[in-house]
């Protein structure tokens, strides 16, 4: 009953369009009340511990980071090398989008942030030169959900407070995943761009790449240096985050001298509205964290799924069913938020090692950015290319089969994830 009272409560004022924050504090205290434990100090004390929480410090500096690039110029450049080794192929630019995406991975962590940088620049070039619009914003839309698995990821951050989970290892993890979604969108624009006739832009001499690949050097050392201090231990993922911001401060001021002094208030503004949206959510989804434990819903689930618990790789694919499910109508961060405490009980007496879990979670929430009504990666999508939900749902179809392969593949064959963890920690 306790199952049916939480769900049927949240669902109920999310469908009234109750902001999620505050719809999973009212579940809370429907539950509360139901228990007849109802106690306002308990609320407090479970937001401010939500909250405080050393490691998700990393969320705001990350934040503050992809904002730096953006207004430094290191996104720029990136674009500019991608385009010097790739832009000359026939379907050029929807290469260059690809691999713009995994380099802008490695950077902000942010699905919504690579989408809306990638297609601002990058929808235009491609609709002049001849490009279907909604095939393009599609391909921009789909090459964003590679942000939130290759390190830095803000979900897995997320992920791995509230499961407890290793951070580091967590990051590791996603970088093949998050290369093979590259690839497999790579495959599917080649087969999609065969017969097209596509402007090509003229092939860069050598000496136009080396240019390139100088003036994006400074972009390109962040996910080396974040990811070898991860590897190496030198610094802690929330320490990570901190000399990200930094590194993208001084390549912003005293590199490319593209960002000023005078532009920091304003992004150290943005950065915090966004950062207080996701605090605000981590802190409420404490409070229900610590009623769905005294519910004893976990065990309740694992009562539902228990003959399941047997069979991991069946309990896997019901699992990701659900979640993939739950993701057409949630968004990514309520989503790990929500499931990750009901969840991983269930995980950890299957014997399913959490860490190529978590890898599964994200990358399945990720396509739920994808899929309407919510698809929060699909509306800033459209709004860059200026299309309709209708529109981009017939030019995204062929990207998003492939990333739903690549979720099965990875739930099929652990080892894709497993063993590339092992070498790398």
Known sequence: MTLGIFVGSLLGVMALGMPIAFALLFSGVALMVYMDIFDSQIIAQNLISGADNFPLMAIPFFILAGELMNAGGISK??????????GHIRGGLGYVAILGSILFAGLSGSAVADTAALGAILIPMMVRAGYDRNR????????????????PSIPMIIFGVTSGVSITKLFMAGIVPGLMIGVGLMVTWAIITRKGDYEAYPRKSLKE??????GAVWALLLPIIIIAGLRGGVFTPTEAAVVAAFYALLVGIAVYRELKISQLYHILVASAKTTSVVMFLAAAAMVSAWLITVANIPDQLTSLLGPLVENPLLLLIVINAIILLVGTAMDLTPTILIMTPVLMPIIDKAGIDPIYFGVLFILNNCIGLLTPPVGTVLNVACGVGKIGMEDIMKGIWPFLLVEVIVLILLILFPGIVTVPLGWLT
């Open 77 to 86: 450049r990136i674009i500019t090398f991608a385009m010097a080794l790739v």
């Open 136 to 151: 393009s914003t599609g391909l921009i839309a789909a090459g964003g959900i590679i942000a939130p698995i290759i390190p």
């Open 209 to 214: 790449i080396w240019a390139a690949s100088k």
